[in-house]
């Protein structure tokens, strides 16, 4: 390694802020163009799923006449 | 001989093999940034006149490289969508589009941050400057353009007619700290001499670039699968791939 210690690596005499917030900023340039299209095309494809899935099935439906000649009532 | 190329306008096709491209580039891209950037940014030595700033290299370079590019991909995507009216092509070049603003932002922002230890400032009104705002702009107009059109054959074709005129600005970017005074920097990299850099500090720059440019493909080709899917979202194939999910 060209620095002595991690500390001089930091600092970089004096140009380690200058250098070190271009590393964040590319980090976050280059996690946002691999992680948002890979989201968005898994979040297109599951909302698709969901919208494909089959609608749940209807209670079955009881007339009222069938209720009021139940026995007992 | 030419299947190839008519099998480039199929989108399940182009679905699938982008996600058999991805899954070994975007791991080798990955790898090949973090040891560039280790490499430039720890074993390279120190610029004996700029000092440790000149690391900053290690993005700038290669983001301003891969936006000039890129621009060529996004113009040549939209002339072939102009001429052949092939769809694939106009979804190219739409996506080339983001990307590109994405890595111009970066080499103006890296710019702007490695100026004030260089040149006393962030940002000074120099040719190679402005015309990288204005290829910043210009990816910007693309994409607001397209957004503009409710008809997005009619938003393609002006899309891809801006592109083909931004092109002028290109040369301007490279041949600019030659026509006009500049506080920038000559180029690093030349195709006609040697470069100025001591190959230590050049071989972690040549594999940054390469890191970028495969960060370009992977980036382009994530951004059209998305396209692909959702221009696709009532045919069969995009149904097929929901359910099997």
Known sequence: MYFDSLQAALTMDGHGIYVWSVVVVSVLVTAGLLVLPARSARRFIAGLGVDEAPAPKAAPSVRIEEVNNAPGS | ?245
């Open chain 2, 1 to 245: 001989m030419w299947t190839w190329f008519h099998k480039l306008g199929s989108p399940p096709w182009m679905y699938r093999i982008s996600g058999r491209i991805l899954a070994i580039l975007l791991p080798l891209t990955i790898a090949m940034l973090v040891v560039g950037a280790v490499w430039g940014l720890l074993y390279a030595p120190m610029d004996f006149k700029q000092g440790n700033s000149f690391r900053i290299i290690y993005f700038h370079v290669p983001a301003s490289v891969v936006a000039l590019a890129g621009y060529y991909v996004m113009a040549i995507a939209g002339a072939v969508s102009l001429i052949w009216r092939m769809k694939m092509a106009e979804v190219a070049m739409k996506c080339a589009a983001p990307v590109g603003a994405a890595l111009t932002f970066l080499s103006l922002l890296s710019g702007a941050i490695w100026g004030k230890p260089t040149w006393g400032t962030y940002w000074v009104w120099d040719a190679r400057i402005t015309s990288m705002l204005i290829l910043f702009f210009l990816y910007l107009g693309v994409i607001a353009l397209y957004q503009a059109y409710e008809n997005k054959e009619a938003a393609g074709k002006a899309c891809a007619v801006l592109s083909l005129v931004g092109m002028v600005n290109i040369p301007i970017i490279y041949k600019s700290v030659d026509w006009w005074y500049s506080l920038h920097q000559p180029a690093t990299i030349k195709f006609t001499e040697e470069s100025t850099m001591h190959s230590s500090m050049f071989q972690p720059l040549l594999l940054m670039i390469l890191a970028f440019y495969c960060l370009f493909t992977c980036a382009l080709l994530l951004n059209m699968r998305s396209e692909l899917l959702r221009r696709g979202a009532s045919t069969s194939w995009v149904r097929a791939l929901a359910g099997a999910r």
